[in-house]
Structure formats: structure tokens, C-alpha cells
């Protein structure tokens, strides 16, 4: 029995909602193993438009139990926006459709309260969060000072744990020159949610388990992308979490084994938000026209993305670093009537040629890519589904980029609606 991982193998953005919900109808569970509501998972069902942030895309189609695993950080306020959004829409999620590791740490007000001082106290120098409280509440957790969502049925236990988290926030506030925080108003703020988040509160990794006994198809769902991990990304400006493939083990409570098949998500172009280095920008008419086209404003911050020409030596390091055993490219009609296309195939830095991407920040941000032209294609890309609907030279297209980053094409996406879809092979087959 297959069981998938999807991955952002670029910045994030790359349209990991779509493909999740496409590979979700035929998974019975779907794991959100990493990150938090700082993701935004766009998917359009029979033209309705689902924006899932904490919550696994799975949500949406009905019968599956999506999981929040422990290696996610949970705003349990922002989840239950999202779920009262989601029942506008039709979406009714209950306890037995929705579990919540117990483990899972919870971000607080405080969290994004230090996240957006933080980057203000930085200026220029900020890494363009979204201002979720992510990083903060990260740290707690790695500080051993996080309440956890189990935590929530312990109400005796609380006031003690609370004095603990905030021994070290109010130190920082104080820092800050902030007001300080109060115990009891934590605490209160606690018990009112408890009993909205209690009931999801499950034993993840024995429920993956039975699942995987009981010969379920489980999809663990990635959220940013290889380039914003915390230890493969590009450091410092990166997210708080690993969002590799590896995580998918260790953020639901899974051993290695899990996993048959990664797949890595890529766009046909290069986006980033926030700050950074970023190889491959375009700041021209090309690059604007890029982000016109492809709508590429952030879900959940609505920042433009900054846009480039697509980055082989990247997506090819994603694929080594996540073990990707197939990509699935998106958004291709973006670049529908461009004259030519260009793939950065290597960089050079002082004077030196690099088929890899640094870790040095200094040396990510002087690297000068080396570009391979490529003929582009009048006829439209947009809604094709078989290979024969494409130009010669989108297809020609393809195939350099995987012999570039020596990992072949599973889907290809060619609209956000989910049937414009070119499959070339199922990753649950594996
Ligand atoms: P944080 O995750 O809010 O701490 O933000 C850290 C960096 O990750 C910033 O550059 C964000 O723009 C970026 N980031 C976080 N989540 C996403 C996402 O879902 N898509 C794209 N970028 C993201």
C-alpha cells in the first residue's frame, strides 16, 4: 500500500492545494505534519474556492480523516475561524473527522504578538514573516516551555505551565519595552477554548498506526517549500520548521518506513515572499507580467510574490535533500506566449562555476545564475489534459527540466481547476 508526501519543493506557493486535493480523493487520510496557519492552501471544487490554512486540504471532500500532527504549530483560535469559515461553505468538520496530536504545540497570542514586535525591531534587516506567531511558538517548544494541545484537558496543571512560558516572554517584553503579560489572563483565555479543542484532541501516532494496519491510503501534506526549511533553507530567511519530506515521519509520530512515494511540487517559474535571496528574479516586465498572470498574491498575507525564471539547480537540490521520487510542475500556462524561456542550469560566484546552491547566506545572495534559452510557445497551455494537447516546444520544455533536475514529471497542472491535470504516473501506484 502506497502511502504519499507531498512537498513545496521551491518557496512555497508552488500550488500544493490543488495537487493534495487531487491526490486526496483517493487517500482515505490526509497529515498536516509541520508549519501552521503561516500556510495558505488554495483549492477551487466546482468553482467553489476553499482557503485551508492550519488544516489539512483534505477537509474539504468528505469521508477522510484529516490529522494534525505534532510537528505543527496550532493557533487554536485561528483553527476555529477557519472551521466556522469552512462550515459557511458547507464544510462540517466533528471529532471523528478531525483529530489533533496531543503533542502538538499551541501558538498563543503571545507568539504572534513577539513575531510581529520582532520583525519591526529588525527594520530592513526583517525575514518578512507572516506574523502568525510561528517561529515564537517554535522556540517554546524547542525551549521545553510550549503548552501543548493535551494540555487543554489538564486544566489544574495550567497556571503552572503558563508561569513557565512566561518567566521567559515577559522577560522579552520587558525588552522590548512592552507591557507585560498576565498569568491569569492566559489562563483564562485557555480554559474558554478548551472545550472547542478538547474534543479533536487524539493519539496521532496510534491512529496513523491503525491506519496504516488497516491498509488505509495515507497522504501527508507539506506545507512551504524545501527553500524555506530551517536547516535546507535559505537560512535565515526561512520558516521555523523542517519542511522536508523527512518531517512527515517525525511530525506525526511514523517511523521512516511510512512513506513509498515523495512528491515535490514545483511551478513552472520561481516565486518567493518575504525577504531573501533569490537567485533568479526577474524585475522587469517579464517578471511582472509573470505575477499578473498567475495571480500571485500571497493567501494568506496577500504580499505579491516576488517572480523568476524557473531554477534547475534549486528544484534539483530539493529533490536530492527531500528524496522526491517524482515532481508535479504547475501553473505552466502562466508562461503561455512568452517569445523565449530561460532555466537556470548552474550559477558562477566569483569567478567560480557552482552546480549547487550554498548555505552561506553572503554567497546565496551574490550568486549570478547561468541561463539556458529556451524557445517559448504561442498556442495555450491553459485546461490541457493529455500530452498531445500541448505545444512541441511546452513539451520540449518539460523534458529539459527533468533531465535538469533528474527527477521525472508525475502530474502536470494546467489550470487551478482539478480535472486540468496531465497524469503521468500515480504516485499512490507505488
Ligand atoms: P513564518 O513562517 O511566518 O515565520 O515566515 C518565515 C518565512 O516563510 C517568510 O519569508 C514567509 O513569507 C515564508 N512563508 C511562511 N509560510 C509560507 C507559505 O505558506 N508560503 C510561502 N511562504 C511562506
Not at 505534519?33 to 485551508?52: E, P, R, S, W
Not at 534547475?312 to 530539493?318: F, I, K
Request: overall charge neutral; glycine content about 12%.
Amino acid at each position: 500500500m502506497a502511502n504519499v508526501a507531498v512537498v513545496g519543493a521551491q518557496w512555497g506557493d508552488e500550488g500544493k492545494g490543488k495537487i493534495v486535493d487531487w491526490l486526496s480523493e483517493r487517500a482515505e487520510v490526509v497529515v498536516r505534519f509541520q508549519g501552521g496557519h503561516n500556510a495558505g492552501h488554495t483549492l477551487v471544487i466546482d468553482g467553489v474556492t476553499y482557503k485551508c490554512r492550519a488544516l489539512p486540504s483534505g477537509v474539504v471532500r468528505k469521508g477522510k480523516l484529516s490529522i494534525i500532527g505534532n510537528g505543527v504549530v496550532l493557533d487554536p483560535w485561528a483553527l476555529m475561524e477557519e472551521l466556522r469559515e469552512l462550515e459557511a461553505l458547507g464544510v462540517k468538520l466533528t471529532p471523528e473527522s478531525l483529530q489533533i496530536a496531543e503533542n502538538t504545540p499551541l501558538i498563543l497570542p503571545v507568539h504572534s504578538n513577539l513575531d510581529q514586535a520582532r520583525e519591526k525591531a529588525l527594520g530592513n534587516a526583517k525575514i518578512g514573516t507572516t506574523g502568525r506567531g510561528i517561529g515564537p511558538a517554535y522556540e517554546d517548544k524547542v525551549g521545553r516551555r510550549a503548552i501543548r494541545a493535551g494540555d487543554l484537558a489538564e486544566p489544574a496543571l495550567l497556571p503552572e505551565k503558563v508561569d513557565k512560558l512566561l518567566l521567559h516572554h515577559n522577560a522579552l517584553l520587558r525588552g522590548f519595552g512592552q507591557p507585560e503579560v498576565k498569568r491569569d489572563d492566559v489562563v483564562k483565555q485557555l480554559l474558554d477554548i478548551a472545550p472547542k479543542i478538547t474534543p479533536y484532541v487524539g493519539v496521532v501516532w496510534r491512529t496513523l498506526d491503525q491506519a496504516r494496519k488497516a491498509g488505509k491510503r495515507i497522504l501527508y501534506e507539506g506545507a512551504q517549500g524545501m527553500l524555506l526549511d530551517i536547516d535546507h533553507g535559505t537560512y535565515p530567511y526561512v520558516t521555523s520548521s523542517n519542511t522536508v519530506a523527512g518531517q512527515a515521519a517525525a511530525g506525526s509520530g511514523q517511523g521512516p518506513g511510512a512513506i513509498n512515494y515523495v512528491l515535490g511540487i514545483s511551478k513552472a517559474y520561481t516565486t518567493r515572499v518575504g525577504s531573501g535571496p533569490f537567485p533568479t528574479e526577474l524585475h522587469d516586465d517579464i517578471g511582472k507580467g509573470i505575477g499578473e498572470r498567475g495571480r500571485e498574491f500571497g493567501t494568506v498575507t496577500g504580499r505579491p510574490r516576488r517572480c523568476g525564471w524557473f531554477d534547475a539547480v534549486l528544484v534539483r537540490q530539493s529533490a536530492k535533500v527531500n528524496g522526491l521520487h517524482g515532481i508535479a510542475l504547475t501553473k505552466m500556462d502562466v508562461l503561455d506566449g512568452l517569445d523565449e524561456l530561460k532555466v537556470c542550469v548552474g550559477y558562477t560566484l566569483d569567478g567560480e562555476s557552482l552546480d549547487y546552491f550554498p548555505a552561506s547566506a553572503d554567497k546565496q545572495a551574490r550568486v549570478v545564475p547561468i541561463y539556458e534559452t529556451m524557445e517559448g510557445w504561442k498556442d495555450s497551455t491553459r485546461g490541457a489534459r493529455s500530452w498531445a494537447d500541448l505545444p512541441a516546444t511546452a513539451v520540449k520544455y518539460v523534458r529539459r527540466i527533468e533531465e535538469l533536475i533528474e527527477t521525472p514529471v508525475a502530474l502536470l497542472s494546467t489550470s487551478p481547476e482539478r480535472m486540468d491535470t496531465i497524469l503521468v504516473h500515480d504516485p499512490f501506484a507505488d
